[in-house]
């Protein structure tokens, strides 16, 4: 498999290296000189200095018989320029994409980048594994940053446990649609009643997170 990689920082370099070191044919791109003279020295001549926007670059380097173009700069933008680049005038099967800014994987997606990595999203989805139960957790970005994906496990004290879902007063752009009680998802209807030890799914407006907060938990996310 012939991989490019766009992008010689930590990312892309130790990618590379991998990549090699289990037989792959790899061209890395590293518009910066002086860092792509220094990869050379250490992985061979596989280093093309030259920015990876570029289209001619980009076809230099290979682009029109890559398996996968791995753009991994630390900069969200021309990641994306690169993947659509790969995807359109070369006909790159597979793009991949390091994603910074969360807000962007919503943009990433629709544009048709294949897979999108966020170490942020993976850091902050570690981070709110250990979140106590009266937090929310958030699952995923959709809609292009405009809504989040959301969940709550009900716990004693709970505004909304013995609540009808119907009755809950969400405010708008908000709904709950699934339940999951005793590792089982159930769909929510209007006579759904909640319970203590529920997870509740719910999505809805970024600004309205701190209302569905208090209708589900009863705490306030300032308070928490």
Known sequence: MF???VGGGKVGYYLARELMGSGHEVAIMERDKARAAQITEEIGSVVISHDGCEGK???QAGANRADI???VTGDDEDNLVICQMAKHHFDVPRTIARVNNPKNEGLFKHLGVDEIVSPTRMILGSIEADIPVHELL???????????????QLREGSPAVGQLAGSLDLP?????????REERALSVRSDTELRQ????IGIGRT?????LHR??????????
């Open 138 to 152: 958030h699952l995923a970005v959709l809609g292009g940053g405009e809504l989040e994906l959301v969940e709550a």
């Open 172 to 180: 708008d752009g908000c709904s709950i649609f699934a339940v999951i």
């Open 197 to 200: 030890g529920d997870k509740v």
């Open 207 to 211: 600004e309205c997170e701190g209302e």
């Open 215 to 224: 209708i589900l938990l009863g705490v306030s996310e300032s308070a928490g």
């Open 57 to 59: 670059y980009l076809g």
């Open 69 to 71: 173009v791995a753009a």
């Open 3 to 5: 991989v490019i990689v």
